[in-house]
């Protein structure tokens, strides 16, 4: 089945220390989505690749990173893990209609939780 | 600025229907996403409207009113895995998603 993985599922990490987290996809989406989504709050969007533009949100923190090799993998790196930025990481993918992203379905990966100790 | 406001939390009772509400001001709008997510998991599409009116899927309906910039989601026949929470998103004018808080709902016997 087409799908969106994630790996790992539940991350720890210790303050500081640098984390990686990782998205495939199967869909042969052009755009894929790093959310960050806090307890009871919205998804609020890191970042996004349209092929291999990349588009940064203005309040994203420089601490977070991100990489896209190829079509169907996306990392998140965060260089130096805080306390407050544990919280449940979710990669989307979708794909434009013709003209645009007129539709905009986005396909979510089951997500990575992050803890920071 | 943007803006998607829903109720925090609702509670309703197994086998009966609630309607949760979202209102939105956003720089313009291409449609209205209505995306289911259980704790600890990722948010799953349920509906997408983009012309007013209502849109039923089984026990699932969404409506919109572009004029007054609302939405609800409706389920029938609730059941107790529909415990979750319902999150509203909007694609505004530059075809991003603006996603509102989430709606708890709470299913009781």
């Known amino acids: 089945d087409a799908m969106v993985i994630q790996n790992p599922r539940y991350q720890v990490t210790q303050f500081g220390k640098p984390v990686t987290l990782s998205c495939s996809q199967t869909l042969n989406h052009n755009v894929m989505y790093w959310y960050q989504q806090k307890s009871s709050q919205a998804p609020k969007l890191l970042f996004h690749y349209y092929d291999k533009d990349f588009n940064n949100e203005a309040d994203t923190p420089d601490n977070f990173q991100s990489r896209r090799p190829n079509t169907s993998f996306c990392f998140l790196d965060i260089r130096s893990p805080g306390l407050g930025d544990a919280a449940m990481y979710l990669c989307?993918?979708?794909?434009?209609?013709?003209?645009?992203?007129?539709?905009?379905?986005?396909?979510f990966g089951p997500g990575t939780r992050l803890t920071v100790l | 600025g943007q803006n998607i406001d829903q109720p925090t939390e609702m509670t309703a009772t197994e086998g009966a229907i609630v309607q949760i509400n979202c209102t939105y001001q956003?720089?313009?709008?291409?449609?209205l996403f209505w995306y289911q997510q259980h704790a600890g998991e990722a948010p799953t599409f349920l509906s997408y409207n983009v012309l007013d009116g209502l849109e039923e899927k089984g026990r699932f309906s969404s409506f919109l009113s572009r004029s007054k910039g609302y939405s609800y989601l409706l389920l029938k026949e609730l059941q107790m895995k529909d415990s979750a929470s319902y999150l509203c998103?909007?694609?505004?004018?530059?075809?991003?998603?603006?996603w509102g808080a989430g709606t708890k709902l709470i299913i009781k016997p």
């Open positions: 956003t720089s313009g709008f291409n449609g």
């Open positions: 998103a909007v694609v505004d004018s530059n075809y991003q998603l603006i």
């Open positions: 989307a993918t979708s794909r434009p209609t013709s003209g645009g992203y007129s539709y905009n379905e986005q396909f």
